[in-house]
C-alpha cells in the first residue's frame, strides 16, 4: 500500500512539475493542494504502518519473554535455585525461600512491641 501511495505521489509531483508552466495560478494551486493531500496520506499510512510494526514486534516479544519464563521458572524450581539472574534485565527468577516478606514482617512486629 505503502509503495503504490508512493508512487502515486511520485507521479502526481512528475506531471506536475511538467506541466507547471502551462498552468493558470488557479491549476498551480489545486495542483498544490492534490499533492499536499496525497502527501499527507501517504505520511499518515506511513505512520500506521510503523504503529503496526511496532505493536506486532511488542505481540511477538511478549509471547517469547511468556514462554521463557515459564522455561526459566522450570529450571530454578528443578534445580532448586534461589534466584536466576540476567546481566542486562536484573532478576528472572525468585525461589520461594528467597522471599524475606514474611521474616520483614516479623521483625517488625518484634520491634514495633506487637510480637506478632
Known sequence: VLKVLLADFEKMRAEAE????????????????????????????????Q?????????????????????IARIGEDGEYTAILDRNNGVFYTGKEADLTPLLVKMANERSGNGQ
Open 18 to 49: 511538467k506541466d507547471l508552466a502551462k498552468l493558470t495560478a488557479d491549476e498551480r494551486t489545486e495542483r498544490e493542494k492534490q499533492l499536499q493531500k496525497k502527501n499527507r496520506e501517504f505520511q499518515n499510512r506511513q505512520r500506521e504502518a
Open 51 to 71: 504503529e503496526e510494526l511496532k505493536q506486532a514486534e511488542t505481540d511477538y516479544l511478549k509471547r517469547i519473554t511468556t514462554k521463557l519464563g515459564a522455561i
